[in-house]
T-cell receptor, first 113, second 115 residues
């Protein structure tokens, strides 16, 4: 139980384009999902908290117009990286909250060329 | 402010040897503490967690951790390491941020296992 999937697992895009990453809770409902970013050999940094049916809450220093989050249902949250640049290349991980615990997806490797 | 420190960036142990990964936290209230493991290019898997009660917590894959309030520590241990344990390990503290529980992660400890 408590499985979280992410799609795609890897994506390469050209600078200036937008990329959408999906996070799904497969066997439970999650009113809250989280988006993290992980740079090589570094820890996970929380980017934003995604709440179903309401606006996401962004951490300090995260550009909400660049990283658009939509949590349209209890099992799906999406992160769209708009006008991507090479410095946005990173490993993006989502988690879904259930009973106070977070369950993590396998991550999405974004490379912007 | 909440923070988590993992003093050891990289540790190498021999297969079959014991392991202890250190974690210190800073948090004003009673913490929720977690240990996660991450294999290369993968997401995080929960090894164990401490919310309250017994300070020695058993987890999956033979891991355990002990919460020591006086030392603000939550060290992860395993009596005999297997080659498959090679991975990155993250300690995290959970706190209530606004309307939900959030996690702050330490910088991680990369474990290498020698045959």
């Amino acid at each position: 139980g408590a499985v979280v999937s992410q799609h795609p697992s890897r994506v390469i895009c050209k600078s200036g384009t937008s990329v959408k990453i999906e996070c799904r809770s497969l066997d439970f409902q999650a009113t809250t999902m989280f988006w993290y970013r992980q740079f090589p050999k570094q820890s996970l940094m929380l980017m934003a908290t995604s709440n179903e049916g309401s606006k996401a809450t962004y951490e300090q220093g995260v550009e909400k117009d660049k990283f658009l989050i939509n949590h349209a249902s209890l099992t799906l949250s999406t992160l769209t990286v708009t006008s991507a640049h090479p410095e946005d290349s990173s490993f993006y991980i989502c988690s879904a909250s259930s009973r106070g615990e977070q369950y993590f997806g396998p991550g999405t490797r974004l490379t912007v060329t | 402010a909440q923070s988590v420190t993992q003093p050891d960036i990289h540790i190498t142990v021999s297969e079959g040897a014991s392991l202890e990964l250190r974690c210190n936290y800073s948090y004003g209230a009673t913490p929720y503490l977690f240990w996660y493991v991450q294999s290369p290019g993968q997401g995080l898997q929960l090894l164990l967690k401490y919310f309250s009660g017994d300070t020695l917590v058993q987890g999956i894959k033979g891991f355990e951790a002990e919460f020591k309030r006086s030392q603000s520590s939550f060290n992860l241990r395993k009596p005999s390491v297997h080659w498959s344990d090679a991975a990155e390990y993250f300690c995290a503290v959970g706190y209530y941020g606004g309307a939900t529980n959030k996690l702050i992660f330490g910088t991680g400890t990369l474990l290498a296992v020698q045959p």
